[in-house]
């Protein structure tokens, strides 16, 4: 099979390797649509993202959905035929946050396109069953793989403890602060604001339904969200930019009693956020990381058609042109790339 791997920032070089073989518990997918996500993009231009260092030649992209191929002796509930959208973290299921039901938090997770495990910009991948997710049929390949930025944003949601007719701020229309303004919404939120540094991005966003936009390159983030909440501040303020201003105004246009869910990584760990606030409004500050038991919540919202991920995409380009896909994530004004592999 065909890989494009990648062997050094900024290089991908297609490689034939032999075709993965289920073991006795997977699925062998025949891989469709591949997102590209930012993090894919961090790791092609610098080889690495904090700790996590690409050694050895790495195959990238995990927001993947494809068809089942084959499947391992013991798989029961997923067929030859079906296609599938891939939950990329497996995690060990035996630990203690697995225990806990936290299984995002598992230290031991492998994890699609995080150095060592190789992700799916490649034509099959042998996956554990239980973490492939048969879509139904009006659900498409494209939004399959979407399931992953998706899940990001219904992580956010239930951590930002988002309720029926809240006013959520989410700072940062890429495509996760995108993908959880469709979260806060069908959570219950009745007012959504969304702030970006980009004209595109807040148009976007106002047609995907954001009742009021914010561009605090331009105007003053504080005082608007104050004007738009009757000086209130916003319920919950889901932070999706990793702005190191985004992450410390989300103190001040919160409520009191209102609750941050911190999803945007910013460039250092370190950024102050005033405790007094925290303290003396009860803020409730949560930190989102990736997802749990979401896929089915995901692919059920998507059936019903109560979310649209689709609308995000800017492009798709075969895997042949991976490189010229991943340059061209590089405007500002677009969202989301896609990779077609196979027919
Ligand atoms: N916690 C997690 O599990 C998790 C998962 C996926 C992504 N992330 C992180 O979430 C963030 C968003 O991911 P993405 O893929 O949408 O990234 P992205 O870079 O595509 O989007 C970020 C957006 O924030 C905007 N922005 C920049 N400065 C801003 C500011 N001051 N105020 C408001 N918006 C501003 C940018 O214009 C851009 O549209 C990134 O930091 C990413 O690393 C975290
Ligand atoms: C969750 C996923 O989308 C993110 N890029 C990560 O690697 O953690």
Redesign the pocket.
């Known amino acids: 099979m065909r890989s494009a791997v990648l062997t050094e920032p900024e290089t991908f070089e297609f490689e034939e390797r032999p075709r993965p073989e289920p073991g006795p518990t997977d699925v062998l997918v025949a891989v469709g649509r591949v997102g590209i996500?930012?993090?894919d993009v961090h790791y092609y231009r610098h080889g690495r993202i904090g700790d996590f260092v690409v050694e050895n030649p790495l195959v990238l992209g995990h927001e993947s959905a494809g068809e089942v191929v084959a499947v391992g002796a013991d798989v029961e509930d997923v067929a030859v035929g079906d296609r599938v959208a891939l939950e990329p973290g497996v995690p060990c299921l035996d630990c203690d946050a697995c225990r806990r039901g936290e299984y995002n938090l598992c230290p031991d997770v492998r994890f699609m396109a995080t150095p060592p495990i190789d992700g799916a910009f490649t034509e099959y991948v042998a996956w554990p069953a239980e973490f492939a997710y048969p879509l139904p049929e009006n659900v498409s390949t494209r939004a399959g793989a979407l399931c992953e930025?998706l899940s990001?944003g219904l992580?956010a949601a239930r951590r930002g403890n988002v309720d029926v007719g809240d006013t959520v701020l989410i700072?940062?229309?890429?495509?996760?602060?995108?993908l959880a303004m469709e979260a806060a919404r069908v959570a219950g939120a009745s007012e959504i604001i969304l702030?970006?540094?980009?004209p595109e991005?807040l148009e976007r966003a106002r047609a995907r339904g954001a009742d009021a936009t914010v561009d605090?390159?331009q105007e003053d983030?504080v005082e608007r969200v104050a004007e738009l909440t009757s000086a209130d501040g916003v319920d919950v303020v889901i932070e999706?930019?990793?702005?190191d201003?985004?992450i410390r105004s989300t103190t001040e246009v919160v409520r009191r009693g209102g609750s941050i869910a911190l999803?945007?990584?910013?460039g250092e760990g370190e950024i102050p956020l005033d405790t007094h606030d925290i303290i003396n409004d009860e803020l409730d500050v949560h930190?989102?990381?990736?997802?749990r038991n979401t896929y089915p919540a995901a692919i059920d919202l998507l059936a019903s058609g109560d979310v649209d991920v689709e609308g995000i995409i800017d492009f798709e380009m075969p895997l042949s042109e991976l490189t010229a896909a991943f340059e061209r994530t590089d405007d500002?004004s677009l969202?989301k790339g896609m990779v077609t592999v196979g027919d």
């Open positions: 996500c930012g993090s930025p990001v992580h700072t940062g229309g890429g495509p996760i602060g995108m702030s970006d540094v980009v991005k605090p390159s983030l999706a930019s990793g702005a201003t985004a999803v945007g990584l910013a930190g989102s990381f990736r997802f500002p969202v």
